[in-house]
T-cell receptor, first 116, second 112 residues
């Protein structure tokens, strides 16, 4: 069964450094997403992406965050200057279709980001 | 953000019995609801979904019930198996939106 893959599985970085989290969505999916889960808290929506542009973003997704689909298979989340509170598990997801249509999201296994 | 709430942090059932996981929501704009299962060190795995035009959807051992007037949904697993032990999340999406809003999760333990 096709799956969403994320790399790396664990990333440790120092405060103020830039990090890029990488994802390969399921190949025939058109909508891509990033979510995060801070330890002990809910899974939170960050951003959705369709047709090479942001479709929707949350209040968490400020100017420090950006997303990109640099080629036909990868989808990345960049955090420009990491803060301690960015430490979380970051999940990438994809779906066949998106906004307004009932299509489930399929998640990767996540990247654990630790900011020291 | 309390739009989706799972009031039971944990549930323990015997193998072979029914597991019932509950979820409440407050946002009347939600029209698509999903249940996910999550094992440690893995991402959420999609289980089953339901749109607001239905009140029941069934897939094998899993059935989701939606009560729109009460803004309540539930997931029934029957019969429960030890391999079902995981954290279960309900999630909801607004009409024409793309974001999912998740509940806190319920840790299900199925005892052999």
């Amino acid at each position: 069964e096709p799956e969403v893959t994320q790399t790396p599985s664990h990333q440790v970085t120092q405060m103020g450094q830039e990090v890029i989290l990488r994802c390969v969505p399921i190949s025939n999916h058109l909508y891509f997403y990033w979510y995060r889960q801070i330890l002990g808290q809910k899974v939170e929506f960050l951003v959705s992406f369709y047709n090479n542009e942001i479709s929707e973003k949350s209040e968490i997704f400020d100017d420090q965050f950006s997303v990109e689909r640099p080629d036909g298979s990868n989808f990345t989340l960049k955090i420009r200057s990491t803060k301690l509170e960015d430490s979380a598990m970051y999940f990438c997801a994809s779906s066949e279709i998106g906004r307004g249509f009932n299509s489930p999201l399929h998640f990767g296994n996540g990247t654990r980001l630790t900011v020291t | 953000d309390q739009q989706v709430k799972q009031n039971s942090p944990s549930l323990s059932v015997q193998e072979g019995r029914i597991s019932i996981l509950n979820c409440d929501y407050t946002n009347s704009m939600f029209d698509y609801f999903l249940w996910y299962k999550k094992y440690p060190a893995e991402g959420p795995t999609f289980l089953i979904s339901i749109s607001s035009i239905k009140d029941k959807n069934e897939d094998g051992r899993f059935t989701v019930f939606l009560n729109k007037s009460a803004k309540h949904l539930s997931l029934h697993i029957v019969p429960s198996q030890p391999g079902d032990s995981a954290v279960y999340f309900c999630a909801a999406r607004e009409t024409s939106g793309s974001r999912l809003t998740f509940g806190e999760g319920t840790q299900l333990t199925v005892n052999p």
